[in-house]
């Protein structure tokens, strides 16, 4: 009998894998020269850009949003997609033409209480019913965008990428990402026999809802929370000579204020 097979479920043999890797390589080359890539992102490098390129391919996460808004830190003056840094669009972006003011989060001194609320804060204290039904709503509503989500409903999209966001779902010990776990179920009301549903909640959810409590509790922005989720450092990129506080809309086009990348 034929089953349907992906192409993942076979292991890809040592040839078609050394040409992944030339073909990422050249890419990256590539992509590393176009001043309007999203390379220039600073979530990219940690892998945490919500148009984060697809490994060995030219696709891109979210690949219906073919319009970026670009904003640059006023202390550090690395670049990020209003996304990444979790800004919202239209007001914000008003505010910040205006006042000049964005800054990324990178002189903000590291809370020296964010282990210790790591371990000792209750399960029941991180965020509230509502603010998980709300995140819920606005994940399956498509208002807040998700790289977890859109891995799940694109199955094969980006392997690597999808397993590095599995093995970081959670920043709390084991017994305590089980009870969060089983909280979010039953504020959810999810059927237990719904696989579907467990898999989302468990596997988009759980990480979305301990970055929102980061963001809420703490003060980050959405970049910053995806590093301490992903267990990496937040360090700017270096310092460019000229400063400037635009934003750019429009990918396709060479955006000027980009030009200071290089
Ligand atoms: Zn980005
Ligand atoms: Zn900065």
Redesign the pocket.
């Known amino acids: 009998m034929i089953k349907d097979l992906n192409n993942q479920d076979f292991p890809p043999t040592q040839n078609r894998m050394a040409e992944k890797l030339d073909r990422e390589e050249k890419l990256k080359e590539a992509e590393d020269k176009r001043q309007s890539a999203?390379v220039h992102?600073?979530?990219?490098k940690n892998k945490?850009?919500?148009?984060?390129r697809v490994e060995g391919d030219t696709k891109t996460l979210h690949d219906n949003i073919k319009k970026?808004d670009w904003v640059k830190c006023a202390d550090c003056l690395c670049w990020?997609?209003f996304?990444?840094f979790g800004v919202q669009r239209e007001l914000e972006s008003m505010r910040m033409r205006a006042s000049k003011l964005f800054s990324c989060g990178c002189t903000k001194a590291s809370d020296p209480s964010l282990a210790q609320h790591i371990s000792g804060d209750p399960v029941d204290s991180i965020l509230t019913d509502d603010q998980i039904r709300t995140l819920d709503y606005g994940l399956k509503a498509g208002r807040i965008m998700s790289n977890r989500l859109f891995l799940q409903q694109h199955p094969g999209y980006d392997p690597s990428l999808q397993s590095l966001y599995l093995t970081h779902l959670s920043i709390f010990k084991d017994q305590k990402t089980d009870d969060l776990s089983n909280r979010l179920l039953t504020v959810l009301s999810v059927n237990p026999t719904d696989v579907k549903e467990v898999r989302y909640t468990l596997e988009v959810l759980l990480p979305e809802v301990i970055s929102q409590w980061l963001r809420v509790q703490f003060g980050m922005n959405r970049?910053e929370a995806e590093c301490v989720l992903l267990k990496k450092t937040v360090i700017p990129l270096p310092p460019e000579k000229k400063d400037s506080v635009k934003t750019n809309t429009d990918s396709s086009s060479k955006p000027q204020d980009k030009a200071m990348l290089e």
Request: glycine share 6%; proline share 0%; aromatic share 24%.
């Open positions: 999203n992102c600073i979530a990219w945490a850009c919500i148009f984060q970026y990020g997609h996304e990444c970049y």
